[in-house]
T-cell receptor
Framework: AQSVTQPDIHITVSEGASLELRCNYS??????LFWYVQSPGQGLQLLLK??????LVQGIKGFEAEFKRSQSSFNLRKPSVHWSDAAEYFC????????????FGAGTILRVKS | NAGVTQTPKFRVLKTGQSMTLLCAQD?????MYWYRQDPGMGLRLIHY???????AKGEVPDGYNVSRLKKQNFLLGLESAAPSQTSVYFC???????????FGSGTRLTVV
């Protein structure tokens, strides 16, 4: 069955430090991959997506992610974290053969220390 | 440009009551989805629709029904609410394979 694993439930980083959030997926076909961010009490905002082509994708707010097929991973990175990045981050895989529905990971809560 | 709009935003129900959540979109999305979000579990798909008049079960469909009579609306019904249905519900729409989903702002439902 298709699944997405985000191994880290919580991550705390200092403002200005680099960030990497991990995501591993299980899916038999070529995946469509997404990262969403959710601030407390808010909806989901798309950070970036991978459909095909260049395996390093750039997103909004200075985020990037790298698709590694051999590792079934799609890790999210940011070189310098800002206090406003504190939020919950969700990785998701899109299932083409099932109406493009999304399977989400459990999320990673990012805390930023000043 | 409203996008994907969910009503209501908040609701408290008593066990056994029924209610309908409305999702309306003005983005001409062919596909629409209802997810629920629970702490530590991410978002899980309840039901989805690949076009007007169609519906399909997702990962956690029990206790819910849906209808897509018009392309722009996707309704989620709870016939007899249970405390286990306390959750935040998100509606989303997309234009099909290879496109991104646009999410509504959510409905926080509490069943007491």
């Amino acid at each position: 069955a298709q699944s997405v694993t985000q191994p880290d439930i919580h991550i705390t980083v200092s403002e200005g430090a680099s960030l990497e959030l991990r995501c591993n997926y299980s899916y038999g076909a070529t995946p469509y991959l997404f990262w969403y961010v959710q601030s407390p009490g808010q909806g989901l905002q798309l950070l970036l997506k991978y459909f095909s082509g260049d395996t390093l994708v750039q997103g909004i707010k200075g985020f990037e992610a790298e698709f590694k097929r051999s590792q079934s991973s799609f890790n999210l990175r940011k070189p310098s974290v800002h206090w406003s990045d504190a939020a919950e981050y969700f990785c998701a895989v899109g299932l083409m053969e099932y109406g493009n529905k999304l399977v989400f990971g459990a999320g990673t809560i990012l805390r930023v220390k000043s | 440009n409203a996008g994907v709009t969910q009503t209501p935003k908040f609701r408290v129900l008593k066990t056994g009551q029924s209610m309908t959540l409305l999702c309306a979109q003005d983005m001409n999305h062919e596909y629409m989805y209802w997810y629920r979000q629970d702490p530590g579990m991410g978002l899980r798909l309840i039901h989805y629709s690949v076009g007007e008049g169609t519906t399909a079960k997702g990962e956690v469909p029990d206790g819910y029904n849906v209808s897509r009579l018009k392309k722009q609306n996707f309704l989620l019904g709870l016939e007899s609410a249970a405390p286990s249905q306390t959750s935040v519900y998100f509606c989303a729409g997309s234009s099909g394979t290879g496109t991104t989903c646009t999410f509504g702002s959510g409905t926080r439902l509490t069943v007491v």
